[in-house]
């Protein structure tokens, strides 16, 4: 019973608090900018205001354009769940792992390519070519860090990813790797750019173009969530800590604040990363790529040289 | 009295490689089976053997009487221009062939250990005719000109049979005649045949069928 | 007896071919005489294999196992010859190719052919063997020039000439055979069996000169590249029936003469001398006929350079020699003259109903003669060495044993050449069997005893390929009983 | 060479008895589903020819890898060859099935001629044909012998299986037959190459040398990248499929490649990990590439075209058939929770937990192998939205796509069949692992009892005290509850119903299929990234109505089929080229003729000392 309670914590907490994280991200972006910029409880609203307007669903639309949103948020939910928050919470443990993760991500984004297609819109075909393309091309860098990481933690369960051990240049390469995976993943610049819909730059917008009111409410979480998680992993790789066993406050209360806290300096790191470079074509983003799989695979020699 | 004889066998041969026209090739031809029946007459007077007489009364009824005749009416029937196409001309196949002789000569005397010396010149001869026989069919064009040089390398043979074994077992040898008469009819047959349909008897022009 | 049965037989046919005027009636005829033949030989060959012994009947005839598997393998292909000749005879006249006359010179021909074929393993003495087979040359030649147009007349002269001046060289050999066996001074005779007895005594270098003259006279006669030229072209012209026997059986006569003699040899100067020469002759077949196959046009040909081929793997079989290469080399022979002459009978169907040999203008047999076209397709299969067929379990039989004597280099070329004529096979077949009908062509059906002879052929390669593999042990028995000549 | 008997022919150990159960697994739904699909398709006995050769196609098959005599298995694989040689020229009336079948019927006619050299080399040692008897002479092998053995093994046996870049033949063979064989053919003819791979090298031989299993894993990736970056090219929907067979093949030889390498290092372990990891893939691959050729079959059969960019909008044309594909889809592109899913994660896992055990260098090795799997199945989840979104989705781009049927029942069913034992593979990973680790043991003779790969019926957990699990059922409840936990808050929130419009046209007036994104553009940003090795090229040609006016553009974009163009049109040029040559020799003079009899006679007795 427990157990399902702190299951169920865990999903409100990652519901409750990605979005104030992209907020924080906008927040800092602007100020950076030199802008005063929204406040950085705006997400909120623009959840609560998609979750009041009504739809409009195309007609040449399927059901798998109707269905995949939901498939997308159970698919980044299913995925937050494989993330230690509070405490080994038992059961969700045994799901998966690492890669399990990453493929769990990829059937939200199998979906939501699908749905774009389904639009027969040349945008929604334009975003999830794109997206298929980039997602395809992230798949080695992400797996080869992991790989660097389990040669070093000993596994690739992620509630294992507690190194009594002090930080290694590989975990430190690893997590540069990752992160710019991370940025490939949650559509940010130079890789792709949130805050346009000008279908020269368009991905991930130009997928959900047709989507509106709660459904893309429902699209816009799961991003957030997916952020989340992987700057969770950032953080995990850079400043691994243990993961508390028992449930008593004591040890909670710190490790949470402790929590977001790396969780915030990844976001600004994030933040920062966007707004002093610029967006690159398309075709260049192979490059980047090449460089964060470049990088796993320096990451992994220092692994295997055990530095 | 044998070296007569293969004189004659060696000097005809030489002849029809020199020879420019079909009738003057069948007349040499004729000379040589004639010396050959000699060869085998004087055989045959030593040895006293009644098989002996009748091949040598066939040689000289069929080679040298009934294939002649035969290849000259064919000729007379079909009024064909006479003149065997020559590929390399008189000069220079008498040179081959007196190339011919000497190897022959090295062949008969180094491989095959003959008793004696006469035995030696004997198989050198029947090679040697068995080679030019050889040389007229693949230098020599009209069809009646691969006849007789058939028939040249069969009497060479016919002469390496007497020298190396005393003639093959009488039925064969009555069998092989039967065969040479035959064989000889059957292409003027289709010596006839290939004037009708060609209109000429140069068989290097038959070259329909390739590849 | 037997044996003078079978003999007998095409000489009375030959005669009842020249009395009886009625096609109908004779050609029918014709074929249960073979049948017949067929009958006398399978009891021929089960004695001579039962028993040890060989048989031979004043110095004359003489046969042992060996001869009567040859005379075993004639006699079906000339079966089923005799039977597809009822249909496509029939069809000849009816079409006006050729007249009543000429059917009947036709069938009196074809008898005295296979009565020479059927001579040649039967006797003793080598100079009659060396008649017996220039008989074949000169009756065969009639039926390649049958058609009497410009083709086939230059086909029968070049045929006739080559074979002749080869035959001149088995001639000159079989003189220098005699001539080294005089040179022991014994009785002089040409007897096969008189010369094997004491072939251990004979000069070796008189012998070496010998065989090769031998080998080079009938292995024209054979097929063996370089000697092959006269083949493609006498195979493509003849009668198709005649095409059958030629490559089927004719090619093997000579042959079993090269193996009589090669026997003598060995016996003389050791196996490795004849090994090799027969290894290398087949090698260089195999190589020359797979180029030509590969670039080939005319379907005739096509299979006569198949013939090339298969002579090719089966000297190869005899030179490596030992029970698997004997024994692969004699199945193969059986298996090829089956096959071809398959091929040869659906071959001619096809040329009769498509009025040429050019195989880019004959498109979609199994369309317009679904039995035909579905035999052919069968036959090539075989022919190129695809199990469940016969050809398969012979060749893989032969490359095992050229593998296992250590000819590793004869091997990979064996595997190699026979890969590339596959492909070639299937691409020509593939091409003329299936795509779409040519226009105005109808769909026909084809005469009953056409399709048994067919049937006939066709009953065999299956059955000896399902059969073959099971049956090893009683094979390679009979192979050795085969080989005590 | 021993006289066979019946009694002495078969064997069934399990790893026969999980290859037989693989072809019938397949064959079965593809039979039912053949009721439907040859109806009307042709004439009564053309139909009753198809099911004569299907049968005898799974006779040969199960005979393949049933036998236990090395000449058997020759004769049952020609035979297997030739059937489906006819199979794909089945459909004799069009000019490309009989290419294609000749080219098949060539490319494996060599492969077998590999595989006689091999087995002859194994006769010589063990003077019998008898599986026991080769096994236990190959132990005596020298290693050089061995090694010849297996290069030979490998490249008969690689033709069958497609491995790049004897891969030619089967996307031309596959595509053309009758769909329930290609089926069949994609499924599991070419896993019988990997049962000869296992059996003969693995089982007979022995892996003794470590290069092999590395020769194979580099082999097996390059596959996988090939095959799936051909697969997004093509927009020939049966084509496609053939191409991510390659992949696939790629996929299982990196299993059975690694357990060869973990053997040859005696890992007992791992070696049996692996050689799961790649049999799970196997059967994976039988069963979703088998749902996937009906599915294509039937969207053949509804629309008369293969051509992805003619269709669409099928959904809603036929849906159980949209429905059947779109599972079929997820599995291949390896998404949870379903059976392709898992037999990937075990090959990862496979290479991360050799990882640990192997040396430096190796170490390496793994991990790229590992990320170039990761990158295939990123590009497999590409090509597959591709092909599902363009041939089900939006609107349907031609006439034919527009007047699509629902297909027959008999082939409903064939497909729901296929796509329930996806599902069930998916969720009974647990208890099907136990099953293969039999396997696995007969395979690889090494005793597995007291090996674990899961923690109980529901949990996968590879290498006890690495911590790492996967439980397959467990993730589909999570996922399903909260899906459906997010439908319910959906529905309570949503008052008002979702307004129908058409799709937003950015203003223009009429908005149709013409605007819709093509299978081309959507796999152009590949074609540029991959351009290296597609070497793509384009024609454009002006069509004009006078000197002056352009009437219209005609542009077509292709790629370069490198290993057609750079391997095997040279060879075949040369071999014509030679035979060219060498039909000189033949002119039709008689004269020459002679000459070389005389020739020939003269050299043989110069030479005459020689022989």
Redesign the interface.
């Known amino acids: 019973m427990i157990k399902i309670l702190i299951i169920l914590l865990q999903l409100i907490f990652f519901i409750a608090v990605s979005p104030f994280i992209s907020g924080v991200i906008t927040k800092i972006k602007n100020n950076a900018r030199m802008r005063k910029g929204q406040s950085v409880f705006q997400p909120y609203c623009n959840l609560v205001k998609l979750f009041s307007k009504g739809e409009v669903i195309s007609e040449t639309s399927s059901w798998i354009f109707k269905a995949a949103p939901f498939i997308v948020i159970s698919s980044s939910l299913g995925a937050a769940l494989l993330i230690p928050v509070f405490i080994f919470s038992g059961q969700t443990y045994y799901i998966g792992d690492f890669l399990a993760l990453i493929f769990i991500l990829a059937l939200g984004r199998f979906f939501l390519a699908l749905a774009a297609l389904d639009t027969a819109s040349a945008f929604g075909g334009m975003g999830s070519s794109r997206e298929m393309f980039i997602s395809s091309l992230v798949e080695p860098a992400a797996c080869l860090v992991v790989f660097s990481v389990s040669l070093q933690f000993g596994s690739t369960n992620i509630a294992s990813f507690s190194g009594m051990h002090p930080v290694s240049i590989s975990s430190l390469v690893a997590s540069f790797a990752l992160f710019l995976v991370a940025i490939a993943e949650t559509s940010r610049i130079p890789v792709d750019n949130q805050e346009t819909h000008l279908e020269l730059t368009m991905v991930h917008e130009a997928m959900v173009l047709e989507y509106s009111g709660k459904r893309l409410a429902l699209i816009e979480m799961s991003s957030y969530i997916k952020q989340m998680i992987w700057f969770f992993l950032i953080a995990q790789i850079i400043f691994p800590i243990a993961v508390p066993c028992s449930i008593n406050t004591a040890q909670i209360i710190p490790w949470c604040l402790w929590y977001l806290a790396r969780i915030f300096m990844i976001a600004g790191a994030v933040a920062l990363a966007e707004v002093s470079v610029a967006k690159m074509r398309l075709f260049r983003v192979a490059d980047f790529l090449s460089f964060a799989f470049v990088l796993a695979i320096i990451a992994t020699i220092c692994a295997i040289l055990g530095v | 009295m044998q070296a007569i004889i293969l004189f004659g066998v060696l000097a005809s041969t030489y002849l029809m490689v020199i020879a420019k026209r079909t009738p003057a090739l069948i007349r040499y031809f004729r000379y040589q089976s004639f010396f050959l029946f000699l060869a085998t007459f004087a055989v045959a007077i030593e040895e006293r053997q009644i098989d002996l007489y009748i091949i040598a009364g066939l040689l000289f009824v069929i080679k040298v009487c009934a294939i002649p005749y035969f290849l000259n009416r064919i000729i007379k029937r079909m009024k064909v221009s006479e003149d065997l196409g020559l590929f390399v001309n008189a000069q220079l196949s008498l040179l081959c062939v007196l190339g011919f002789t000497y190897l022959s000569w090295v062949f008969a005397e180094r491989i095959l250990a003959p008793r004696n010396e006469a035995q030696a010149i004997m198989l050198a001869v029947a090679f040697f005719v068995v080679l030019a026989g050889m040389f007229l069919m693949v230098f020599r064009m009209t069809a009646l000109a691969q006849i007789i040089g058939l028939l040249v390398m069969e009497n060479g043979l016919f002469l390496l049979a007497s020298t190396v074994s005393g003639g093959m077992p009488f039925f064969v040898e009555i069998a092989i005649f039967f065969d040479v008469f035959v064989s000889v009819i059957i292409m003027g047959f289709f010596v006839y045949r290939i004037n009708k349909l060609f209109t000429h008897i140069d068989v290097n022009k038959l070259s329909r069928l390739k590849g | 007896m037997q044996i003078f049965f079978i003999l007998a037989i095409p000489i009375f046919l030959a005669a009842g071919a020249f009395l009886i005027g009625k096609q109908k009636i004779f050609c029918t005829l014709n074929a249960i005489g073979y049948l017949a033949v067929l009958v006398a030989s399978v009891m021929l060959l089960r004695k001579m294999v039962l028993s040890e012994s060989a048989n031979s009947y004043f110095s004359f005839i003489y046969f042992d196992a060996l001869s009567a598997f040859f005379i075993f393998v004639i006699s079906v292909i000339a079966f089923a010859a005799a039977l597809y000749s009822i249909s496509y005879i029939k069809k000849d006249i009816d079409s006006g190719v050729i007249s009543e006359r000429k059917a009947k010179i036709y069938y009196i021909l074809f008898n005295l052919f296979c009565f020479s074929m059927l001579l040649v393993p039967a006797v003793n ?1 080598l ?2 063997l ?2 017996a087979i ?2 074949t040359t ?1 009756i065969s ?2 039926l390649v ?1 049958f058609y ?4 086939s ?6 045929y ?3 074979c ?3 035959i ?2 088995a ?2 050999g079989t ?2 055979f ?2 080294a ?3 022991l001074g014994d009785v ?3 007897n096969w069996s008189d010369m094997v007895a004491n072939a251990g005594r004979m ?1 070796k ?2 012998l ?2 010998a065989f ?2 031998i ?2 006279g009938y292995g ?1 006669k054979a097929g063996l590249a ?2 092959h ?2 083949l ?2 006498a195979h ?2 003849a009668v198709a029936p005649i095409s059958a026997l030629l490559s089927g059986v004719l090619l093997k006569t000579a042959i079993y003469a090269i193996l009589r003699f090669g026997i003598i040899t060995i016996k003389g100067v050791g196996f ?2 004849f090994g ?2 027969m290894v ?1 002759l087949g090698i260089i077949s195999l190589a ?1 006929s ?3 196959i ?4 005319d379907l005739k ?1 096509l299979l006569a350079y198949h013939s090339i081929e298969h002579i090719g793997i089966i000297s190869i079989g005899f030179g490596i020699g030992g029970i ?1 290469g004997v024994g692969g080399a004699l199945l193969h022979v059986f298996n090829h003259a089956v096959t071809k002459a398959l091929m040869f009978f659906g071959a001619g169907n096809v040329v009769n109903k498509y009025r040429t040999h050019n195989m880019h203008v004959i498109r ?1 047999v ?2 317009t003669m679904p039995f035909t076209g579905f035999m052919l397709l069968m036959g090539a ?1 075989a022919l190129a060495g ?3 067929f016969s050809i ?1 379990i012979s060749e ?1 039989l032969i ?2 044993a050229v ?2 004597k250590g000819y590793y280099l004869v ?2 070329l064996l ?2 050449f ?3 004529i ?2 070639a096979v ?2 020509h077949f ?2 003329i069997l ?3 009908i040519p226009k105005g062509m109808s769909v026909v059906k084809e005469p009953l005893s056409g399709k048994m002879a067919f049937l006939f052929l066709f009953v065999q390669i299956c059955a000896l390929g399902i059969v073959l ?2 049956i ?2 009683d094979l390679i028995w009979m192979v050795q009983k085969l080989f005590q000549g | 060479m021993e006289h066979l008997n019946i009694d002495s022919l078969f064997l069934f150990d399990p790893l026969s008895a999980f290859f037989l159960c693989v072809i019938f697994l397949i064959s079965l739904p593809s039979a039912v589903y053949s009721i439907g699909y040859l109806k009307g398709e042709s004439s009564g006995l053309k139909t009753a020819l198809a099911w004569f050769l299907l049968v005898l196609f799974l006779i040969s098959m199960g005979l393949v890898v049933s036998v236990r005599n090395v000449f058997v298995f020759l004769i049952a694989w020609e035979i297997m060859s030739l059937v489906s040689y006819f199979l794909v020229v089945f459909d004799t009336k069009h000019e490309k099935s009989i290419q294609a079948g000749t080219i098949y019927i060539v490319m494996t006619h060599i492969g077998t001629a590999f595989l006689i050299a091999a087995f002859l080399i194994m006769f010589k040692y063990a003077h019998s044909f008898n599986f026991a008897a080769i096994k236990s002479a190959c132990s005596l092998m020298p290693p050089q012998t061995r090694n010849i053995v297996f290069l030979f093994l490998l490249i008969g046996f690689g033709t069958k299986a497609g491995i790049v870049p004897l891969h030619i033949w089967l996307p031309y063979a596959h595509p053309q037959a009758p769909s329930h064989i290609s089926s069949i053919m994609s499924g599991v003819m070419i896993k019988t190459a990997i049962y000869g791979i296992i059996r003969f090298v693995i089982f007979i031989l022995g892996v003794n040398s470590s290069w092999w299993g590395v020769l194979i894993l580099m082999l097996a990736v390059i596959s996988c990248l090939v095959g799936v970056i051909y697969a997004l090219m093509e927009h020939d929907i049966k084509k496609l499929l053939a191409y991510h067979s390659v992949e696939n093949i790629g996929i299982i030889l990196l299993g059975v490649g690694l357990a060869m390498l973990f053997i040859s290092m005696n890992m007992p372990y791992l070696a049996v990990f692996s050689l799961i990891a790649g049999l799970y893939h196997l059967i994976n691959h039988a069963i979703f590439k088998g749902l996937l050729f009906l599915c294509a079959g039937a969207v053949y059969k509804a629309t008369e075209t293969r051509d992805i960019e003619k269709l669409g909008g099928l959904i809603k044309k036929m849906p159980q058939t949209a429905v059947y594909f779109l599972l079929g889809a997820m599995a291949i592109s390896a998404l949870p929770p379903l059976n392709g899913f898992v037999s990937e994660w075990l090959t990862l896992q496979a290479f991360f937990l050799g990882a640990f055990s192997v040396e430096g260098g190796y170490r390496l090795f793994l991990g790229l192998c590992a990320a170039m799997l990761a990158l295939t199945s990123g590009l497999a989840a590409a090509c597959f939205v591709k092909a599902f979104g363009i041939t089900f989705l939006a609107q349907p781009r031609s006439r034919y796509a527009q007047n699509a049927k629902e297909v027959s029942l008999s082939m409903r069913a064939g497909m729901f069949f296929l796509s329930f034992l996806i599902v069930v593979f998916g969720l009974a990973a647990a208890i099907i692992i136990k099953l293969l680790a039999k396997v696995a043991s007969a395979a690889t003779g090494i005793n597995t009892s007291s090996m674990s790969f899961s923690l109980n019926n529901f949990i996968l957990s590879p290498q006890a005290g690495k911590g790492v699990y996967l439980s397959t059922p467990l993730l589909a409840a999570v996922l399903a509850t909260l899906g459906i936990a997010g439908f319910a808050i959906y529905k309570l929130v949503n008052r008002e119903k979702a307004v129908i419009y058409k799709t937003w046209d950015c203003g223009y007036y009429k908005l149709d299929s013409r605007n819709e994104y093509t299978a081309t553009t959507f796999s152009k940003p590949f074609r540029i990234a991959f351009s290296f090795f597609l070497l793509p090229y384009r024609k454009t040609q002006k069509i004009r109505e006078s000197f002056y006016h352009v009437k219209s553009f005609a542009y077509e974009t292709h790629t370069t089929m490198v290993f057609k163009k750079y391997i095997y049109e040279p060879i075949l040029g040369l071999v014509f080229r030679s035979a060219k040559f060498m039909r000189k020799i033949q002119p039709g003079s008689i004269h020459l003729y002679l000459s070389y009899i005389f020739v020939t006679v003269l050299i043989l007795i110069i030479f005459m000392r020689k022989f």
Request: net charge positive.
């Open positions: 003495n100079g009659m060396w008649v220039e008989m000169l030649a009639f020039g009497n147009n410009k083709e007349i230059e086909a029968a002269w070049k006739i000439i080559i002749s001046v080869g001149i060289f001639l000159l003189i220098l005699s001539y066996f005089s040179l002089k005779s040409l000069d270098n008189i070496k000169i090769i003259f080998l080079v024209t370089p000697m030229t006269w493609p072209d493509s012209q490795a001398y090799n020469l290398l020359i797979c180029g030509f590969l670039v080939q046009k040909r698997l979609g199994i369309g299969f695809m199990p469940p398969f893989i490359i095992c593998f296992l091997t990979f595997l190699g026979i890969a590339i596959f492909g299937v691409h593939s091409k299936f795509g779409s593999p099971f090893k042990k």
